[in-house]
């Protein structure tokens, strides 16, 4: 069973750093990997699909990677913002058992004005 | 982007009556919809995945008489948990894809506390 690990859990950092945001997973057979922002009490919000041919997606401040033989992703976040402080979570979907994604265990980021 | 509608956004009931939780996509067909739970400071776990006009495949340990759920149209799949106890409490997501397209899209979620 595919398993989605990310590190770290939690993470402080003061406001204008650059951070960086990791996910593993222990299957790479893998559709597409997708990150996502949660904030406290809301739904998803989706801010990068990476298929699983590409190994980058930009979005603005952000920049998505995968290393798929790896079974690796990274979340780039230049110069943070307090507005940036939610939970990020990765997901990725596999051939085999049909389009549902796998969740990583979320971090939790907080940017400090 | 496409849109997917949840309601209710939040719900407070008895312990042991019903509840129905409604995801609806506005703009496209929804072959599979795919329902989570999410505990507190936790991660989405998937309860079951719903394909219009079939039974709902529930995964290990998700109880169906408990969680049942319906997708009568292409449009529309429908949580009910049943005779709910405070354990249920928690915070329920669905997501829809359409067709082929291997891209989902989430609601809003949806606070089920259960006194």
């Known amino acids: 069973k595919q398993e989605v690990t990310q590190i770290p859990a939690a993470l402080s950092v003061p406001e204008g750093e650059n951070l960086v945001l990791n996910c593993s997973f222990t299957?790479?057979?893998?559709?597409?990997l997708q990150w996502f922002r949660q904030d406290p009490g809301k739904g998803l919000t989706s801010l990068l699909l990476?298929?699983?041919?590409?190994r980058e997606q930009t979005s603005g401040r952000l920049n998505a990677s995968l290393d798929k033989s790896s079974g690796r992703s990274t979340l780039y976040i230049a110069a943070s913002q307090p507005g940036d402080s939610a939970t990020y979570l990765c997901?990725?979907?596999?051939?085999?058992?049909?389009?549902?994604?796998?969740f990583g265990t979320g971090t939790s980021l907080t940017v400090i004005p | 982007g496409a849109v997917v509608s949840q309601h209710p956004s939040r719900v407070i009931c008895k312990s042991g009556t019903s509840v129905k939780i409604e995801c609806r996509s506005l703009d496209f067909q929804a072959t599979t919809m795919f329902w989570y739970r999410q505990f507190p400071k936790k991660s989405l776990m998937l309860m079951a995945t719903s394909n219009e006009g079939s039974k709902a495949t529930y995964e290990q340990g998700v109880e169906k008489d408990k969680f049942l759920i319906n997708h009568a149209s292409l449009t529309l799949s429908t949580l009910t948990v049943t005779s709910a106890h405070p354990e249920d409490s928690s915070f329920y997501i669905c997501?829809?894809?359409?067709?082929?397209?291997?891209?989902?899209?989430f609601g809003a979620g949806t606070r089920l506390s259960v006194l």
């Open positions: 299957d790479s057979a893998i559709y597409n």
């Open positions: 997901a990725v979907t596999r051939y085999s058992t049909g389009n549902q994604f796998y």
């Open positions: 990476i298929q699983s041919s590409q």
């Open positions: 997501s829809a894809s359409e067709g082929t397209k291997n891209i989902q899209y």
